[in-house]
Antibody, heavy 116, light 112 residues
Framework: EVQLVESGGGLVQPGGSLKVSCAGSQFMFSDFAIHWVRQAPGKGLEWVGRIRSMPNGGSKAYAASVRGRFTISRDDSKNTTYLQMNSLKTDDTAVYYC???????WGQGTRVTVSS | DVVLTQTPLSSPVTLGQTASISCRSRQSLVHSDGNTYLSWLHQRPGQPPRVLIYKVSDRFSGVPDRFSGSGAVTDFTLKINRVEAEDVGIYYCMQTTQFPYTFGQGTKLEIQ
């Protein structure tokens, strides 16, 4: 079955950086755009950004709330997408999920806490 | 961005009864390829969201037929027949027709 597994979350101070990963398996990872979605404690789902497949140009797009601070990349040789988060704010505290194009499969999430 | 509005935001329901959740979009969700990419997700406490329904009315693999989706263009409904205890949690509609993906606010299903 299709699987997406996030990792790398943790506690970071405001202004700090963190890189989380999303590893896919049981599907042709390189053919799919990967999206990142986050959920702050007790809140709903918020789209964060996406990276297209390399055959479709590999372009990236971000929500206004993270643009200029977050960067998405991918390494198809490792079936993995990365979310580099810089200049973190307390408002970035959330569980970060990856989902593949179409939103049919989701990972279990990785928790990022920004606090001093 | 496409705004999705769910009603109600809270739905107390008796076991065995039917629950219905509405999702309205301010814009058409019909894609240029003719499909309508409106999905319904279910999230239990402490768990990730999982897809129940995609493309308005197609049930995802393993989803009981108690769950059904309907609607078109801007108005969509999720119906849960014979509600069971395991159905509690938050239900979200999600559109992947237009970029970026957007979500409804969520509807909390509770057993009364």
């Amino acid at each position: 079955e299709v699987q997406l597994v996030e990792s790398g979350g943790g506690l970071v101070q405001p202004g700090g950086s963190l890189k989380v990963s999303c590893a896919g398996s049981q599907f042709m990872f390189s053919d799919f755009a990967i999206h990142w979605v986050r959920q702050a404690p007790g809140k709903g789902l918020e789209w964060v950004g996406r990276i297209r497949s390399m055959p479709n140009g590999g372009s990236k797009a971000y929500a206004a709330s993270v643009r200029g601070r977050f960067t998405i990349s991918r390494d198809d040789s490792k079936n993995t997408t990365y979310l580099q988060m810089n200049s973190l704010k307390t408002d970035d505290t959330a569980v970060y999920y990856c989902t593949r194009q179409g939103g049919d499969y989701w990972g279990q999430g990785t928790r990022v806490t920004v606090s001093s | 961005d496409v705004v999705l509005t769910q009603t109600p935001l809270s739905s107390p329901v008796t076991l065995g009864q039917t629950a219905s959740i509405s999702c309205r979009s301010r814009q058409s969700l019909v894609h240029s390829d003719g499909n309508t990419y409106l999905s319904w997700l279910h999230q239990r406490p402490g768990q990730p969201p999982r897809v129940l329904i995609y493309k308005v009315s197609d049930r995802f693999s393993g989803v009981p037929d108690r769950f059904s989706g309907s609607g078109a263009v801007t108005d969509f409904t999720l119906k849960i027949n014979r509600v069971e205890a395991e159905d509690v949690g938050i239900y979200y509609c999600m559109q992947t027709t237009q970029f970026p993906y957007t979500f409804g606010q969520g509807t909390k299903l509770e057993i009364q």
